[in-house]
């Protein structure tokens, strides 16, 4: 697997990863005109180059031989709807379905993490539908503990969604950049920067069964 950091070129292949994620995992019967309008306009080239070309979001992708097949985003300056957490939010995390089970996810979370780390984030925030089993497991499997709930509205649906946090101390820069590489190469982080630490989607959907952003 090779990470890289976004860049505007990569807005279209984004929305079409995105849509294919979001209408994969949570409309599992049929397609309505409701959620096909909100994925449509929701996961589109002209946001996702807005959201590359904002400085309080950074996006890092996974690349294959072929193209993209993954990517997280995290945005700063988000106030979480539940006290005790940072303002950084890890807003996206969304993988191919047919990439399922290569550790595609665990990776971009790992490259996530560094990059919290290298701004000093005491811990980072996600929302997942209260539904989506696999996606809770796999949060709470990589070191994430659920401390509230909220909601995700469409319009005036609302939809539960729980919110997880894990405190980015709890990951060790050693393991990570010898294991994946990214920041060594892109941006480099002083030892002082991480530390002695031990090891260690935005949208949150309407029902879910399967891992998605994020989640």
């Known amino acids: 697997m090779s990470f890289r950091l976004a860049r505007p070129s990569d807005a279209p292949i984004l929305a079409a990863i995105s849509i294919e994620v979001w209408l994969g995992t949570y409309i599992r019967r049929g397609v309505d005109t409701f959620f096909a309008e909100f994925a449509l306009n929701e996961f589109t080239a002209p946001k996702l180059t807005a ?15 072929d193209g993209l097949d993954g990517f997280i985003r995290i945005t700063q300056g988000k106030v979480a709807p539940v006290t005790g957490c940072s303002t950084l939010e890890i807003s996206t995390l969304y993988v191919q379905p047919r990439h399922h089970g290569r550790g595609l996810g665990r990776g971009l979370l790992e490259q996530g ?13 996600l929302t ?4 989506n089993t696999p996606a809770i497991a796999f949060y709470l499997k990589q070191g994430f503990e659920k401390v ?6 469409i319009h005036d649906q609302a939809y539960l969604n729980d919110v997880f946090r894990r405190m980015v101390a709890r990951y060790l820069y050693e393991r990570s950049t010898v294991r994946y590489g990214l920041f060594a190469s892109i941006n480099p982080p002083t030892a002082d920067a991480f530390g ?7 949208h949150s959907r309407p029902s879910a069964t399967a891992v998605s952003r994020p989640c």
């Open 51 to 65: 959201i590359l070309e904002d400085p309080r979001e950074h996006v890092i992708v996974s690349e294959n031989e």
């Open 113 to 125: 993490l560094l990059y919290a780390k290298s701004v000093e984030a005491p811990s980072v925030w």
């Open 128 to 131: 997942t539908n209260s539904e």
């Open 148 to 153: 509230g709930t909220t909601h995700f509205r």
């Open 196 to 202: 002695q630490a031990e090891h260690s989607v935005r």
